[in-house]
């Protein structure tokens, strides 16, 4: 059964980084498109990135560009998301999540697995 647990979570002043990993396991990674998703309380999960399985299509919500990097490494069964920059809006409970489907999606309806979250918090 496949897995995903993602970490790297934390508390970052506004303008830090933080790099989040997402460890899959039950299955090779190289089958399925990861996603990013992120949810504040009282809000909906909205998409934050996106990465296909092999890297050659990727997805990023308008906001996360130029900030965030996604990116995959099969041989270690693990995802990561790049963020810098953080903003006063970026936090929220970080979730990554997979899909068999080829493509990217940024629709939280799209991914059949996810992992259990990590809180991101950015306050000074």
């Known amino acids: 059964q496949l897995q995903l647990v993602e970490s790297g979570g934390g508390l970052v002043q506004p303008g830090g980084s933080l790099r989040l990993s997402c460890a899959v396991s039950g299955a090779t990674l190289d089958y399925y498109t990861i996603g990013w998703f992120r949810q504040a309380p009282g809000k909906e999960r909205e998409g934050v990135s996106c990465i296909s399985r092999y890297s050659d299509n990727t997805y990023y919500a308008d906001s996360m560009k130029g900030r965030f990097t996604i990116s995959r490494d099969n041989a270690k069964n693990t995802v990561y998301l790049q963020m810098n920059s953080l903003k006063p809006e970026d936090p929220a409970v970080y979730y990554c999540?997979?899909?068999?489907?080829?493509?990217?999606?940024?629709?939280?309806?799209?991914?059949?697995?996810w992992g259990q979250g990590t809180q991101v918090t950015v306050s000074s």
């Open positions: 999540a997979a899909r068999s489907n080829y493509y990217c999606s940024n629709l939280p309806g799209n991914f059949g697995s």
